[in-house]
C-alpha cells in the first residue's frame, strides 16, 4: 500500500461514523494536495482531515449534538488527544499575525489549568475573538502536532462572551530532586544592555548586537535529578541570592578581586550542589524557570548523584 493508500484508508476508517467518504476519495483529495499542489504529506493529511471535521461538525449539528452543549467541557491543560470535540471556557490571552489567508485567528487561549494556542480559519466565518474577553467556546476540535496540543474553531463552533472574567493559570510545574550539576553560563554574568535584549554577553559579545558594554547579572542553570530524569532549571537573580546568600555586588567584589569571574560560579557550586530541592515555575522550551524554591534535605553524595547523572 502507498503512504498516501495507507493515510486515506486511516482517514476513512476514523470518519466512517460520521461520514459516508470512502478511501478512493480520501486519497483523491490527499493525492491534488501532495502531486498538484505540492503541499507535504503530513500537511495535506492535516488539510484534509479538517477539511472531514468541518463537514462532520455539521453534521453534528444537524442531529443536535452540537452548539454549545453536547461536548465534555473541558480544561486546556487535561487534552492530551487528537481531534476530539471538546466544549471549553477560556480567556484569549494573546492575539497573533496569522501567516497564512486560509486562518483568520491564531493566537494562546487561556484557562486556570494553563494556556494552549487556538486557530480558526477563514472559511468558517465565525465572529472575531478579542483579546483579553473570556469566551464559552462549544464544538471545538483538539489537534495535535509533535507533541503539542491546539485548539481549532471551525464552522460549528459556537462563541459567547462570559461576564466573568477567566483566571488564567501559568502552566507551572514543580521538580523535585538533588541539584546535581551546575552549567556554564552560571553565576556571575553580563547581560546586552540594549532595550528589550538581555542577551548574555559571550566574551562581551551580544550575538544580536556585538559588543556592548555589559551589565552584571546573578543566575545559575541547575540540573536537578528527581531520581528518574534530569531537569535544566534556571534560577534568576532574586532566586540565586536568596539561595546562596551571594549578592550580586558581593559577586562582583569577589570577581574584582580574584581577577577572575568564575570564582563566583565556583562559589556557588559549593553552596547548592549536592542539596534537595523543591522548584516550582513555568516551563519555556527545555528549562523550569524557579519561581519558588525550596531546599528540603542536608547535603546528598555529591560525588555519586553527579555518576549517577552523567550515567542517564
Ligand atoms: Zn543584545
Known amino acids: 500500500m502507498t503512504d498516501l493508500r495507507s493515510h486515506a484508508v486511516e482517514i476513512a476508517e476514523q470518519f466512517s461514523d460520521h461520514l459516508d467518504v470512502s478511501a478512493d476519495e480520501v486519497e483523491e483529495r490527499l493525492e491534488s494536495l501532495v502531486s498538484e499542489y505540492r503541499v ?15 463537514e462532520a461538525g455539521i453534521e453534528r449539528d444537524e442531529l443536535g449534538g452540537g452548539g454549545a452543549g453536547g461536548n465534555e467541557q473541558t480544561l486546556l491543560n487535561d487534552i492530551d488527544e487528537d481531534e476530539q470535540w471538546v466544549d471549553v471556557r477560556a480567556k484569549v490571552v494573546e492575539l497573533w499575525e496569522p501567516r497564512s489567508e486560509a486562518i483568520a485567528q491564531v493566537g494562546l487561549l487561556g484557562d486556570e ?32 502536532y509533535q507533541g503539542n496540543f491546539s485548539v481549532k474553531l471551525n464552522r460549528t463552533t459556537s462563541i459567547a462572551e462570559l461576564d466573568e472574567e477567566i483566571e488564567v493559570g501559568d502552566d507551572s510545574t514543580t521538580v523535585e530532586g538533588a541539584l546535581v550539576d551546575m552549567q556554564s553560563g552560571s553565576g556571575l554574568i553580563k547581560r546586552c544592555p540594549k532595550e528589550d535584549c538581555t542577551r548574555v554577553l559571550q566574551n562581551g559579545r551580544c550575538s544580536e548586537h556585538g559588543n556592548v558594554e555589559g551589565e552584571f547579572d546573578l543566575r545559575i542553570k541547575a540540573v536537578v535529578d528527581d531520581g528518574t530524569e534530569v531537569h535544566e532549571v534556571i534560577f534568576n537573580r532574586e532566586m540565586t541570592e536568596a539561595q546562596t546568600g551571594i549578592e550580586l555586588d558581593e559577586a562582583k567584589q569577589m570577581a574584582m578581586d580574584a581577577l577572575d569571574t568564575t570564582i563566583v560560579e565556583e562559589e556557588m557550586r559549593g553552596d547548592l550542589v549536592g542539596f534537595y530541592y523543591r522548584v516550582t ?12 524554591v525550596e531546599r528540603l534535605s542536608e547535603p546528598a553524595d555529591a560525588e555519586e548523584l553527579l555518576i549517577k547523572a552523567r550515567s542517564m
Open 281 to 292: 515555575g513555568p516551563t519555556l522550551g527545555r528549562y523550569v524557570l524557579a519561581n519558588e
Open 40 to 54: 507535504p504529506v503530513d500537511e495535506a493529511r492535516r488539510s484534509v482531515v479538517n477539511s472531514y471535521l468541518d
Open 113 to 144: 489549568s494553563g494556556r494552549m494556542k487556538f486557530v480558526s480559519f477563514t472559511t468558517s466565518e465565525l465572529p472575531e475573538l478579542e483579546e483579553g474577553v473570556s469566551y464559552a467556546l462549544g464544538n471545538v476540535v483538539t489537534d495535535e
